[in-house]
């Protein structure tokens, strides 16, 4: 890297997205460890297993019955955090009293779902291969598509993806009747990122708010444009491409990078290469692509301390009801959270300081990208079907 010094000096690393900024220790690398271990990931799964609500035809805890789907399938969540209907909430508010001020809330109705990626219990993304990822894709986007406001700006790209994207039975849902904000589709794998279920899943919030890490980087993103007149992602993108020091992996559609401003050890951000506000305005092939940088971030993870790697990831994109802006403003892109520092048994926990003051880590981006680089796409395990 051109600052070859930062490879050994703390420093502070500033975030564009959100504004914030990061402490870098990468001399603490070579401190001794003798905090809490995790136990690495070796356990057997079955195929199915008789046990499992989101298994084929099993029960779930309500009492439904699973149908007998083939690789997605989403249902509403028996324990969704947010509600469809609930009493009424409307705080007075009065610039003159102090309760009004420093005790604020507003009421948040929603509808959470979990969608199954695999009717095998025992494998992950890191186990299938594009192809398999792809139904995946295709039905977060119809649950996307499905959910956009009536005079949202990619209306009309979501008329045509629902015209496209043959519907799977299994993986389709009625929307709420009433009109929702945001949609936040998330995974958490491993029981280190409390993952309660073994078997492949996401969830999918969908919220009457904006919540607060894709609203801070909309004003983030939005700033960026007014100042240059241009994408801060293209830019990024472009910048990381031409340096290569941060790229893990890229194909025609989208960067793999373990971002400048990476809070968690290995990290990762994949970037669309062009400007895609949301997963509507993906091809066919860039759906693909997508399948695919999915794909090749969940075997390096797997591969690089040859455990079933746990994180959180995440998509970002244009809300779903937003203005003309903020659709134009919104950049595609899917953020993964891993916890492991050292080895499999090896976690980074966000304490004391990173509470109290602001983020840190040790090992640079930089060699968190060369590592990532370097583990391959071929898991050390057999590979799923």
């Not at 779902?113 to 792809?134: C, G, Q």
């Not at 981006?365 to 060369?370: D, G, I, K, R």
Request: proline residues 8%; negative net charge.
């Amino acid at each position: 890297m051109p600052d070859e010094i930062l490879d050994d000096i703390s420093h502070r690393r500033y975030n564009p997205l959100t504004g914030s900024w990061l402490l870098v220790s990468p001399h603490r690398t070579k401190r001794p460890w003798q905090g809490q271990q995790e136990e690495p990931s070796k356990a057997k799964l079955p195929d199915h297993d008789p046990q499992c609500y989101l298994c084929p035809g099993n029960k779930r805890a309500q009492g439904d019955s699973n149908p007998y789907y083939q690789n997605t399938f989403a249902f509403i969540n028996d324990y969704s955090a947010v509600k469809e209907e609930q009493q009424a909430y409307e705080p007075a508010v009065s610039s003159d009293d102090v309760s009004s001020l420093l005790l604020r809330a507003q009421p948040v109705i929603g509808r959470c779902y979990v969608l199954t990626f695999s009717a095998k219990h025992n494998v992950t993304l890191a186990d299938m291969t594009a192809p398999e990822i792809l139904p995946v894709i295709q039905t977060w986007t119809r649950f996307y598509a499905s959910h956009l406001s009536p005079t949202h700006p990619l209306r009309a790209q979501a008329a045509r993806v629902l015209e496209s994207i043959p519907a799977n039975p299994d993986g389709e849902v009625d929307p709420p009747a009433r009109q929702l904000r945001y949609m936040q589709i998330f995974e958490n794998k491993g029981a280190a990122m409390g993952c309660s279920n073994p078997h492949p899943h996401c969830q999918i919030w969908t919220t009457s708010s904006l919540p607060e890490e894709p609203a801070k980087e909309q004003v983030q993103l939005a700033q960026y444009r007014a100042e240059h007149g241009r994408h801060m992602l293209a830019d990024y993108a472009k910048l990381e491409m031409e340096k290569g020091e941060r790229v893990v992996w890229q194909n025609d559609g989208f960067l793999v990078v373990c971002p400048w401003w990476a809070v968690w050890p290995f990290e990762v951000l994949i970037i669309a290469k062009r400007h895609v506000r949301a997963l509507v305005d993906l091809t066919d092939d860039e759906r693909l692509q997508l399948a695919k940088a999915i794909q090749e971030v969940t075997r390096r993870y797997d591969d690089l301390f040859e455990t079933s790697f746990p994180y959180s990831s995440g998509i970002h994109q244009a809300p779903l009801d937003c203005s003309e802006e903020e659709a134009e403003t919104s950049w595609f892109h899917m953020h993964f959270y891993p916890p492991l520092l050292r080895s499999a048994t090896v976690r980074k926990f966000l304490v004391g300081y990173e509470m109290l003051a602001e983020p840190q880590r040790d090992i640079t981006p930089e060699q968190a990208a060369a590592r990532l680089r370097d583990s391959g796409s071929k898991l050390h395990r057999k590979l799923g079907n």
